[in-house]
């Protein structure tokens, strides 16, 4: 039997210098947009190592802490998990605590998705990238990259 998931997450925003952000395509939802997204793999794994490992996981991307820089915005959301995913975690975990990071990388980077988790990609303008996702704490964040660019 495969372990519960751990409530604990994060998601980071792939963008670019002109606040292009990249979606990904959930495979188990088709129509289903997001940046990338995972939980921990144990209690005491640290944020910017989750970070780091979904980011390659699900794109290929290699965030080298020189040229491709992950951002910890200090920022988390607790949110409900949808219905269609509780089962995935313990019985009675109905909330997740997500963490947020960015990563700006150059437009022409090469993608390699992660078959069985995502179909496809997408590059969009930030307000339409926000617009296309499904979750609202995704969305929320890519409101929030144009700011959060500004100060950092």
Request: glycine share 4%; net charge negative.
């Amino acid at each position: 039997m495969k372990p519960y998931k751990i409530p604990e997450s994060v998601l980071v925003v792939i963008h670019t210098a002109d606040l292009q952000v990249l979606l990904i395509e959930r495979a188990d939802r088709p129509g289903y947009w997001q940046s990338v997204t995972g939980s921990l793999d144990a209690p005491d794994e640290p944020l910017m190592e989750t970070a780091r490992r979904e980011l390659f996981e699900e794109t290929g991307i290699v965030a080298d802490g020189q040229a491709i820089v992950l951002r910890d915005w200090q920022l988390s959301n607790v949110y409900t998990i949808y219905p269609v995913w509780r089962h995935r975690y313990a019985p009675g975990v109905t909330e997740n605590t997500e963490h947020v990071f960015s990563v700006e990388v150059p437009r022409d980077i090469a993608i390699q998705l992660a078959p069985r988790e995502h179909l496809n990609h997408v590059w969009l303008p930030w307000l339409e990238a926000a617009d296309l996702c499904f979750s609202s704490s995704n969305a929320e964040a890519i409101l929030q990259l144009r700011e959060y660019c500004r100060t950092s």
